[in-house]
């Protein structure tokens, strides 16, 4: 019998929310957290950009602790969630019960303010790096702080596939459940690369917006990039039946795929491919209780290919779908995107409320679905899907359901 995967806990961060609560509550609200923000460690080195920045998190070191405090950026928001997630499974990680506990937390580049601290300490200032840099910067640093933090000595390791490491690292960790290699887990990812270094190498690409981020709108201008992380517990479904948990939701299809065409153009087949692989074994009986939290970046050649592979997968029944881009409100997290969207994808399942596609006034005859512009939908749903599709062609799509 094929092992069922479930998600026990949420945590997650982001520009509109501290807590997986106070982000949803925004996000049916269609609240934007999106500023416009000069960033660099010195006047001739800043970056003026529109980004969706984390405020206040400074305020939270103290709590999470020494090792927390002493590590980069993205490594403390992937602890944050991922206490917040653990605190509201309920769980329990005893000494059996450690070694079946993985811990797969993605992330696209990794320590990055760490790296521009360290470039500007040495060739603007002549001093030595932190000697704890490596360790802020290596990619794996909020897997192994997880596994330090909660005792968990199951498989723990990063995955970097650019804006498809959370929801790749989601799926491989239910993955990980589903085949006996674990029995429960943290998945997801983190993301914080606000620094002059990053913010101007995304500029020069041109796919950067200089206002807000309008998803499939016509006068859409490009992405905005933000920082945060989200972070799902998963549990095998009998072991979390037998311990009274309260199940979020489970996880019941998981694709993934590589375009092999181009490291930036999508390419719709690759999309849809995933798409479908992720709903093979999934029988819809009602496309109009599917939701779609779309990848939806708001450059020009994302949203309507995304629109077309959605169209491919769903066929006439694509008409009857309610899509929508948060990252309209909380920006695109890069690596980390995959899971604070799986979040607002499971809690739009939970709630039956479909959050908005803000800042979409323009409609765009290439974009023709139901985005759910600028107000919340409210829908009974059965599925949830959450796309990540990310350069290099790299796709991942989870499929959630009630359980």
């Not at 005792?151 to 650019?162: H, L, M, Q």
């Not at 549990?235 to 037998?242: K, L, Q, T």
Request: proline share 4%; with cysteine; net charge neutral.
């Amino acid at each position: 019998m094929t092992r069922r995967v479930v998600v026990t806990g949420m945590g997650g961060v982001c520009a509109t929310g501290a807590n997986v609560a106070e982000f949803w509550e925004n996000s049916k609200k269609g609240v934007c957290g999106v500023t416009r923000r000069t960033i660099g460690p010195a006047d001739d080195l800043a970056v003026t950009a529109p980004v969706a920045p984390v405020d206040g998190f400074e305020s939270r070191l103290a709590e999470l602790g020494r090792d927390a405090q002493r590590a980069d950026r993205f490594a403390q928001f992937a602890i944050a969630a991922a206490d917040e997630a653990f605190a509201d499974s309920g769980a329990t990680i005893d000494e059996a019960l450690s070694a079946r506990t993985a811990v797969i937390i993605g992330t696209g580049i990794g320590g990055q303010m760490t790296s521009d601290q360290s470039y500007f300490t040495m060739i603007r200032q002549g001093r030595r790096p932190h000697p704890l840099s490596i360790l802020k910067i290596i990619p794996n640093a909020p897997a192994s702080h997880l596994a330090i933090r909660f005792g968990a000595r199951g498989p723990a390791f990063a995955i970097s596939s650019a804006c498809a490491s959370g929801a790749h690292s989601i799926g491989v960790c239910a993955d990980l459940i589903r085949s006996g290699a674990a029995e429960q887990g943290f998945a997801g990812a983190a993301e914080a690369i606000l620094t002059y270094g990053a913010l101007t190498a995304w500029k020069v690409m041109h796919i950067m917006s200089d206002e807000l981020c309008r998803p499939f709108s016509k006068n859409r201008k490009g992405l905005v990039i933000g920082e945060g992380a989200g972070v799902l517990f998963l549990e095998e479904y009998e072991r979390a039946r037998r311990r009274g948990a309260r199940i979020h939701a489970e996880i019941v299809g998981f694709g993934m795929n590589a375009d092999g065409k181009d490291m930036i153009n999508p390419d719709v087949n690759g999309a849809a491919s995933a798409m479908k692989l992720a709903l093979n074994d999934i029988r819809i009986a009602d496309p109009g209780a599917v939701y779609v939290n779309a990848h939806g970046t708001g450059t020009l050649l994302n949203d309507p290919t995304e629109t077309k592979a959605i169209r491919e997968t769903f066929g006439a029944d694509a008409d009857k779908l309610i899509v929508s881009s948060t990252k309209s409100m909380h920006g695109h997290l890069l690596g980390a995107a995959g899971g604070i969207e799986a979040i607002a994808a499971i809690m739009a399942l939970k709630d039956n409320v479909a959050p908005p596609t803000i800042n979409l006034d323009e409609p765009d005859p290439a974009c023709d679905l139901d985005y759910a512009p600028n107000e919340a939908k409210p829908r009974k749903f059965d599925l949830a899907v959450s796309n990540s599709f990310a350069f290099g062609g790299l796709n991942a799509v989870l499929a959630f359901a009630k359980v």
